[in-house]
C-alpha cells in the first residue's frame, strides 16, 4: 500500500498507488485509464497545505518530473512554467533570463501549480496572489483531453483552471505574467503592539510590503517592512528583517517548526477591527496560546475562487504546534472570521460547508457549474471536495 502524507503530517493518505508523471502523453494516458477503471485522481505538489486537498484512496499524482521553464518572452515578460516546479528553482531560472515573479509566499517549498491552485499569496497593497498572474493553463481534464486555456481561450474553463484546488484536472503547464527581476531590502522591527496598532493604516500604505507577526505572550508585533531597492544585494544573507538581496533571495524564509494554520481574508477596511476582536478573545479566553498571529496585506482580482476575489483585502493567520490540538481555538477565531465575512485560505485549516462557501464566493456555482463540464466523471473530486460541493 502506498503512502502519502502532507508537511506537518496532520493529512495522511493510503492510496491504492501513487503514479509519477514525467509528460503530458503519460497524465492523458493516466486520466483515460482512470475513467475506464473507475478510479480519482488527486495531483500533489510538495505537500504544503493543511486542508485534505490531496488525498484520495484512488490514485495520488506525482508531477515534481515536469519541472523547468519554457517558451520565455522577454518582451512580453511572460513564460510558460512546468507544473511541478518547485518554487526555490523557479526564482534562480527566471533571474538568469532577468525576469521575476511580483510576488511570492513566505516559503519556497511550494511547486507553481500547487501556490496558483491555492491562491497563495505573500504580502502588498498592490500585490495579488500567485493565481492573479497566470495568462494561461495546460490541462489534461476529466474527459482525458488537452486544453489550454486562457481569457481568450475556454475563458470559463480558465476561470476555473487558474485557483482549481486540483479540480480542474491535470495542469502540466501555466503561462505566468512577470516582470524584471528586482531586489528588496527588509527592514524588521520590534514594536509594542498598541503602537503598531496606531500606525497600521499608514505603514501598509507606505511599504511596497508590509507585514507583522503579534506575539500574544508579550503583547508584541516582529514587523517587516520590504522595498525594492537599487542597493547592490548583501552576501552572506542577514538573518530574516535584514536581508538585502534579489527577489527570489528575499522573499522566502525559513519555518521549520511544525504547525498548523487557519487563515482568513477580510476586506482591508475591516482588518484592524477584526485583529482587535481577535487579540481581546485571545487574551482573554486561550492565554496560553504561544503561536503568532500573522497580518498581511493583498491586492483585489478578478480569480473567481481567490480570497481577494473583487475585494481589497487583509489576511489574518492564526497557527498552533502540530502536537496540539487546534480545533477549539481554530473555531473560536473562525467565529470571528465570519462574523466579518472571513474567506478562508484554501491551503489552510477552515470548518466552512457548501453553504458558507456560496455565501462566500459570488462565482461558486459558476466555478462548479464549469468544472463539471470538462470532468464529468469527478475523477478528480475527492471526498473533501464533495463534501463542500453545491
Ligand atoms: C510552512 C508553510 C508556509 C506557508 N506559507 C504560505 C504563504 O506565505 N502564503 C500562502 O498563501 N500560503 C502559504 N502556505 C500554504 C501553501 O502555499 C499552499 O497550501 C500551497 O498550495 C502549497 O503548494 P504545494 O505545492 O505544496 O501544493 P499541495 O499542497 O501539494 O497541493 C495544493 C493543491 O494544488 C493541487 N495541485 C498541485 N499540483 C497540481 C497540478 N499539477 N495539477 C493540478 N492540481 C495540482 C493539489 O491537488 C491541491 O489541490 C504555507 C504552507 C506551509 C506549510
Redesign the pocket.
Known sequence: MARWK???GRQQAAPEALHFLRSQADAAALVNRARLDGKGI??????????P??LSSDWI?D?SG?AGITDVDHEQKTAWIY??T??YSLGRALHDEGLALHN????D???????????????GRKLG??SSAVLAVE?ITGKGEVVICSADHEPEFFAVARL?????????RLQLQLRESYKLRENGLDMAFSDLFQQLPELAASHDRFEFFWHPQSDRATVKLTDETTDQPEYPLAEEGRRCAWNYEVLPSY?PHL?T?M?YSVAEELGPACLAELRQMIQTEFSEIRWPVEY?TLAADNVWLSTASERQTV?ISVHEDIRLDDSVYFAACERIFRRYQGRP????VNNLGAKEFQESYPHWLDWWRVRDQFDPDDV?VNDYLASIRP
Do not use: Y
Not at 511570492?104 to 516559503?107: A, F, K, N, R, W
Not at 517549498?109 to 504580502?123: F, L
Not at 485560505?345 to 489552510?348: F, L, S, T, V
Open positions: 502532507n508537511w506537518s488527486r495531483v500533489a505538489g510538495s505537500g504544503h497545505s493543511h486542508s486537498l490531496v499524482i508531477v515536469l507544473a511541478g518547485p518554487m511570492q509566499g513566505d516559503i517549498r511550494q511547486t507553481i501549480a500547487g501556490a496558483c491552485a491555492t491562491g497563495t499569496h505573500g504580502t496572489n500567485m490541462v482549481g484546488l486540483g479540480a480542474a484536472g491535470i495542469i502540466t519555518r504547525h494554520e487563515e498581511r489576511t485560505h484554501w491551503g489552510k478528480f
